[in-house]
C-alpha cells in the first residue's frame, strides 16, 4: 500500500524554522513530482509548493515564496519542506501529496504546524 507519512510539526515561535518531512513507503516517488498543501482552521487547503522528480525545478504559492523551500533525497524516498521566518498565518495542517499523471492522487496525513505571535 502507498502511503506518505509527514513529520517535524510542532510548536515554534514567529520568525523561527521548521522542517518538515515527507517519507513514502509501498512504492518510490523518485519519478513523481511531489507537491505540500497546508490547511488553517475553517479554510480550505491551499497549494504550497512542488518539487519535480529530479529534484531541479520548484515552485511555490506566492505566500511562502523566499521563505520556504522543497528539497528530496530519492534515495530516502523522502521529500522536505523547509521552513523559515515563519508567521502565525503559517499555522495549519502540512499534507504532502504524489502528483500522478493528472492529478495528485496520495496523500499523507498531515502533521500540524503552530507558530506563535
Known amino acids: 500500500q502507498v502511503q506518505l507519512v509527514e513529520s517535524g510539526g510542532g510548536l515554534v515561535q514567529a520568525g523561527g524554522s521548521r522542517r518538515l518531512s515527507c517519507v513514502a513507503s509501498?512504492?518510490?516517488?523518485?519519478?513523481?513530482?511531489m507537491g505540500w498543501f497546508r490547511q488553517a482552521p475553517g479554510k480550505e487547503r491551499e497549494y504550497v509548493g512542488s518539487?519535480?522528480?529530479?529534484?531541479?525545478?520548484?515552485d511555490y504559492a506566492d505566500s511562502v515564496k523566499g521563505r520556504f523551500s522543497i528539497s528530496r533525497d530519492n534515495a530516502k524516498n523522502t521529500v522536505y519542506l523547509q521552513m523559515n521566518s515563519l508567521k502565525p498565518e503559517d499555522t495549519a495542517v502540512y499534507f504532502c501529496?504524489?502528483?500522478?499523471?493528472?492529478?495528485?492522487?496520495?496523500w499523507g496525513q498531515g502533521t500540524q504546524v503552530t507558530v506563535s505571535s
Open positions: 501529496a504524489r502528483r500522478g499523471v493528472n492529478e495528485y492522487d496520495v
Open positions: 509501498g512504492v518510490t516517488i523518485r519519478s513523481n513530482t
Open positions: 518539487i519535480d522528480w529530479i529534484g531541479v525545478n520548484t
